[in-house]
């Protein structure tokens, strides 16, 4: 278990990146604006992809859902008008490397 809340943080964005495919700057640009509830009660991501200026509509599963709800008062973000609080590329990739070491992958 990772107990440090920036390493924390950066492995649930990690891991929000998983579970909904989308790219680190579309992660960065979510807002509350971007989630959608559908006919079926459901939550999705409607977006336009930064990198290719296309439309993505993405169903919000279970674990992207709860990391969400983990960040939906979290100030950083909040006072940003984002959903996560995403820190720059840079420093991500940078705490990723040590999570990596944490957990013995090399």
């Known amino acids: ?3 440090m809340e920036r390493l924390e943080r950066v492995r649930d964005i990690f891991v929000f990146v998983c579970y909904t495919g989308l790219a680190y700057v ?3 640009q979510l807002t509350q604006d971007n989630i ?3 006919i079926d009660g459901k939550k ?3 977006t336009m992809r930064e990198k290719t200026d296309g439309k993505s509509n993405i169903p919000l599963l279970p674990k992207a859902l ?3 709800e983990k960040y939906r008062d979290y100030q950083r973000a909040k006072k940003n008008g984002k959903l996560l609080p995403v820190i720059t590329n840079i ?3 940078e705490y990723l490397k ?3 070491d944490i957990c013995g992958i090399k």
Request: proline share 0%; no cysteine.
């Open 98 to 100: 040590e999570i990596a």
């Open 66 to 68: 709860a990391i969400l």
């Open 44 to 46: 999705w991501i409607y």
């Open 26 to 28: 579309d992660v960065e």
């Open 1 to 3: 278990m990772i107990r």
């Open 36 to 38: 959608v509830i559908v």
């Open 91 to 93: 420093k991500t990739n």
